[in-house]
């Protein structure tokens, strides 16, 4: 089954850069669903599409054996100004 801890390790190993990453479990803990913010400055210059492909590649073998993944990357300047 896939978790949390397994998500957030592909990606730290696969992303450089990462300021922060949430990750939810929207199968209420089946494994089957998850929902993804990733904070990168790698997303610098990237439209979304690339910052999604990013993410999906890193992921790809367990986006495969799952349900449904969504994911948002934004930039650290773009998180901050969400946050505040």
């Not at 669903?33 to 890193?58: E, H, P, W, Y």
């Not at 990357?73 to 773009?78: F, G, K, P, R, V």
């Amino acid at each position: 089954m896939l978790s949390q801890q397994i998500i957030q390790d592909k990606l730290s190993a696969a992303i450089a850069d990462i300021h922060n990453i949430i990750i939810t479990d929207t199968s209420n803990g089946c494994g089957q669903s998850f929902d993804v913010i990733v904070v990168s400055d790698t997303f610098k210059g990237k439209n979304k599409l690339q910052r999604c492909r990013l993410v999906n590649s890193a992921l790809k073998e367990e986006v495969a054996q799952i349900h449904a993944f969504g994911s948002k990357c934004l930039t650290l300047e773009e998180w901050k100004k969400l946050v505040v």
